[in-house]
Nanobody
Framework: QLQLVESGGGLVQPGGSLRLSCAVSGFTLDYSGIGWFRQAPGKEREGIACITKNGGSTDYADSVKGRFTISKGAAKNTVDLQMDVLKPEDTAVYYC??????????????????WGKGTLVTVSS
C-alpha cells in the first residue's frame, strides 16, 4: 500500500508559475513509476507527465510539453511538477498517482492504482 499527498496548488495569474509536490509513503518498493494527472470541471482526466522512480525517463502530454517539468524532489520519495507559462486552460484539480506502470501505461492512468486526493490549481487574472 502506498499513500500519496499532493501540495502546492493555488491561484496564479496567466503566464505565472507554480510548483506542485507529491510525497509518497508506505511500501515504497511497490512502485516503479509516478505521474501527474489533472481533471478540469466537465472534462475527462488527463495524464500530463510521468517519471520513472529512478528519474531516468520522463513522458509528457503534448498539452504541457515545454511548459511543465516533472522531476524527483529533493526529499526521498517525492516528485515535483514545475509548471511555467500557465494558461487558464491549465485550471484543474491535479493528482499524483503511482504504481508499476511507466511510460505510456503510466500516462494512460493504467497500472498506477495509488492516488492522492488532489490539489486545485486555478489560473486566472
Amino acid at each position: 500500500q502506498l499513500q500519496l499527498v499532493e501540495s502546492g496548488g493555488g491561484l496564479v495569474q496567466p503566464g505565472g508559475s507554480l510548483r506542485l509536490s507529491c510525497a509518497v509513503s508506505g511500501f515504497t518498493l511497490d512502485y516503479s513509476g509516478i505521474g501527474w494527472f489533472r481533471q478540469a470541471p466537465g472534462k475527462e482526466r488527463e495524464g500530463i507527465a510521468c517519471i520513472t522512480k529512478n528519474g531516468g525517463s520522463t513522458d509528457y502530454a503534448d498539452s504541457v510539453k515545454g511548459r511543465f517539468t516533472i522531476s524527483k524532489g529533493a526529499a526521498k520519495n517525492t516528485v515535483d511538477l514545475q509548471m511555467d507559462v500557465l494558461k487558464p486552460e491549465d485550471t484543474a484539480v491535479y493528482y499524483c498517482a503511482a504504481g508499476r506502470a511507466t511510460g505510456r501505461d503510466c500516462m494512460s492512468g493504467h497500472g498506477v492504482p495509488y492516488w492522492g486526493k488532489g490539489t486545485l490549481v486555478t489560473v486566472s487574472s
